[in-house]
């Protein structure tokens, strides 16, 4: 079997990821930060290793400002529920997943003003176009960091510079990139910075959280027990308990912390430079191959281990049944819950075949899969493109 | 298995395999091919002369379905394709 939708989860895990979990089960066992025996504290100790971990990663000075989150989309919408109110006019890109374009369609629908910048077929954004968009006023930029679809990397930098000169605030989407890119997120001036822990961090599902810079002060969606300021019948102020009620995943967390270490024992460079090289191995291979368009920037400085494809006379439901059933090759075939990213670069209704690479595929694999590929496009060459199937 | 079932989510596909599976149906879960459905990503293949038994199966267990298809996909050739070359 091949395994490559890493951008869906990551998989395997690190072996320490699965040990972590069952030691935080067995010897870290009590609620952190409520009941102060030595089983509460073990547990609060892991959540605090694992804030730690991230801050080092992202380069944030002070851990308290990043608060542990369910996932990606629960830390975007937090952020954009409190930075958005009626009237307040936001600028995103076409590129984005639903974890935000979901938020701000509802948001549009209570007096939120949405300008969504038209990106490049390649799913690039001009900088020019984003100015534009930003001249008349806005409270808010939000973007992808990496396009969950094409893997186009986003030029945050100039974007989180460009921003405070209209007045707003950037919030960054780095669901594809915390642990496959470098991200230091104070010198690139974002403000808020949400990621997932079961992508890149190697973390397990229900993991995740963000970065709020200093200064920026957000409201929390969810209200409640915190294990702090318990006389007080009021929310606390103070990062992260003001974003943290109720007890947190300590398991899912412990792991998350290993998958942060397995990360920086490897180092993040080594990953992206690994990650880029399979996916240059990949487009390289099936650029020979009648009836394979690949989606996405030419450059490869410009994509992170993400590639989208499609394969002429063939559905990407019936390209991924193929590499599933006859070659156990597993992707992610389809609109992968971004229809404005496919619109953009002209797949959609049909969307396309995903491949994303991780630390764990190899060459090899990559090799296998271009053989699938050309096989399947022969394949699809034989047949009546007009018959997609039989009623 | 020349039906299709499609869902609205995958929560209800996998709900009706186990129903189906467990009341001596043949049922496989296929990736659902987009040109029938645009909802969730997993479909149900099934023997659709058994549609009606099927249908009042699941409509018993309450597990909601989106639309029913007579459905052979071309990808069933696979075999036979790699056979002939």
């Known amino acids: 079997m091949i395994y490559f939708d890493n951008a869906a ?28 025996h030595r089983l509460s504290i073990a547990a609060a100790r892991l959540v605090e290793e694992a804030r730690e971990a991230l801050a080092c990663l992202f380069q944030v000075e002070d ?45 549009e629908t209570r007096g939120v003003g949405v300008s ?17 968009a930003l001249r008349p006023g806005a409270r808010l930029l939000v973007t992808t960091h990496a396009s969950n679809v094409t893997g186009t990397i986003m030029p945050i930098g100039a974007l989180a510079a460009l ?83 109720g007890t947190i995943n300590v398991t899912g967390i412990a792991g998350l912390g290993a998958g942060v270490q397995f990360l920086d024992d490897v180092g993040i460079e080594a990953v992206r430079a690994h990650e880029c ?23 490869p400085a410009s994509r992170c281990g993400i590639v989208s494809f499609t394969v002429s006379g063939a559905s990407p439901s019936e390209v991924g049944l193929l590499l599933d059933e006859q070659f156990g090759i597993l992707a992610r075939t389809g609109l992968h819950c971004a229809p404005a990213a496919h619109r953009t670069i002209g797949t959609f209704p049909d969307g396309t075949i995903r491949f994303s690479f991780g630390w764990f595929n190899t060459a090899g694999e990559v090799d296998t899969a271009v053989g699938a590929v050309r096989e399947i496009a022969a394949w699809s060459a034989r047949k009546r493109p007009d018959i997609q199937w039989t009623v | 298995m ?31 091919p987009r040109e029938l459905s645009p909802n969730c990503g997993v ?22 379905i989106d639309g029913v298809h007579v459905y052979e996909p071309r990808t069933d050739d696979w075999t036979a394709g790699l056979a002939r070359r």
Not at chain 1, 16 to 36: D, F, H, I, K, M
Not at chain 1, 278 to 296: D, T
Not at chain 2, 3 to 23: D, N, P, Q
Not at chain 2, 47 to 64: G, I, N, P, T
Request: contains cysteine; glycine residues 10%.
């Open chain 1, 163 to 245: 921003a405070p000169r209209y007045g707003a605030r950037v919030v960054v989407d780095a669901a594809q990139t915390a642990g496959a890119s470098p991200i230091e997120v104070e010198a690139l001036g974002v403000d808020v910075l949400a990621f997932t822990g079961h992508k890149g961090l190697f973390g397990p599902t229900g993991t995740g959280g963000l970065y709020v810079r200093q200064g920026v002060d957000l409201q929390p969606l969810v209200r409640g027990g915190t294990g702090s300021d318990s006389a007080r019948e009021i929310q606390p102020d103070f990062m992260p308990d003001a974003l943290e009620s």
């Open chain 1, 9 to 36: 989860t990551s998989w395997p895990k690190p072996p320490s990821v699965a040990a972590a979990v069952q030691e935080q089960l067995a010897q870290a066992g009590g609620n952190p930060g409520r009941s102060g």
């Open chain 2, 2 to 32: 020349d039906g299709l079932i499609s869902f609205f989510a995958s929560h209800h596909a996998i709900r009706a395999e186990v129903v189906l599976k467990r009341h001596a149906h043949a049922a496989r879960l296929v990736p659902g």
């Open chain 1, 116 to 132: 969504c910048v038209r990106c490049e077929t390649d799913g690039s954004i001009d900088l020019g176009a984003v100015e534009e």
């Open chain 1, 63 to 107: 851990p308290s400002r990043i608060a542990f989150a369910p996932n990606a989309t629960h830390a975007l919408n937090l952020a954009l529920y409190a930075l958005l109110r009626p009237g307040d006019r936001v600028v995103t890109t076409s590129m984005e997943h639903n974890a935000v374009m979901r938020p701000l369609r509802h948001l």
């Open chain 1, 277 to 299: 090289a399979l996916a240059v191995r990949f487009i390289a291979g099936v650029g020979a191959v009648p009836g394979v368009v690949v989606h996405g920037p030419a450059d």
């Open chain 2, 43 to 64: 479909a149900l293949r099934f023997e659709y002369a058994r549609r009606d038994e099927v249908l009042a199966l699941l409509a018993r267990h309450r597990v909601r």
